[in-house]
């Protein structure tokens, strides 16, 4: 079975801090890919990233970046220099190749203070 | 290209009634999938759709339906409704090519339903 493990459920830093959100996953799949999502207070989901389980070079985004580790199980997501808008729930998902259907965690809420 | 559009966004119905919700995908789009989103057991799959076929289902009970029609839309249905069905309902369409491992899914802004 497929499993998403976010340990922070919420944490709350002040404007340009760097904050990482850990995520931890499971599967027996070798083909899989692995997301980040972004969920503002209006509900709606936003893809930020999308990592297949061949690739693990580290991706930069901007003020984003993503740390893909195999042997640990993790796909980390980094924000460097938070600003007030990064305040949102953050979910990790994970999906087998071939399926739509995503695996989410728990999501863990940032609150960036002025 | 317009987003994923759902309607309605708000709804509010009491316990035994059924309730219809609709899904229009990205012009394109041809795969759809419904997701719940509750604060107890966070955003879980309730199934997938493709070219008016299901293809994949969560573990929900019967009375979660839902169907595609040959224009992408979709529209889920949940029947005898119940205190604990009281969530936000996500729908994500894709473009699903022939071949290809995984599309990025496009979430839409929810139906929010309260049930009383």
């Known amino acids: 079975a497929q499993k998403v493990t976010q340990a922070q459920t919420e944490i709350s830093v002040v404007e340009k801090e760097d904050v990482t959100l850990d995520c931890v996953y499971e599967t027996r799949d070798t083909t899989y890919y692995l997301f980040w999502y972004k969920q503002p207070p209006s509900g709606e989901l936003v893809f930020l990233i999308r990592r297949n389980s061949f690739d693990e070079q580290n991706e930069i985004s901007g003020r984003y970046s993503w740390n893909f580790q195999k042997s640990t199980s993790s796909f980390n997501f980094t924000i460097t220099a938070s600003q007030v808008v990064d305040s949102a729930v953050y979910f990790c998902?994970?999906?087998?190749?071939?399926?739509?259907?995503?695996?989410f965690g728990k999501g863990m809420k940032l609150t960036v203070n002025p | 290209k317009a987003g994923v559009t759902q309607t309605p966004r708000y709804l509010i119905k009491t316990r035994g009634q059924q309730v219809t919700l609709s899904c229009s995908p990205i012009?394109?789009?041809?795969?759809v999938s419904w997701y719940q989103q509750t604060p107890g057991q966070g955003l879980q799959f309730l199934f997938e759709y493709f070219s008016e076929t299901q293809r994949n289902k969560g573990n929900f009970p019967g009375r979660f339906s839902g169907r595609q029609f040959s224009n992408s839309r979709s529209e889920m249905n949940v029947s005898t409704l119940e205190l604990g069905d009281s969530a936000l309902y996500l729908c994500a369409s894709s473009f699903r090519g022939a071949g290809e491992a995984y599309n990025e899914q496009f979430f839409g802004p929810g139906t929010r339903l309260t049930v009383l």
């Open positions: 012009s394109g789009h041809r795969s």
């Open positions: 998902a994970l999906t087998q190749g071939g399926s739509e259907k995503l695996v």
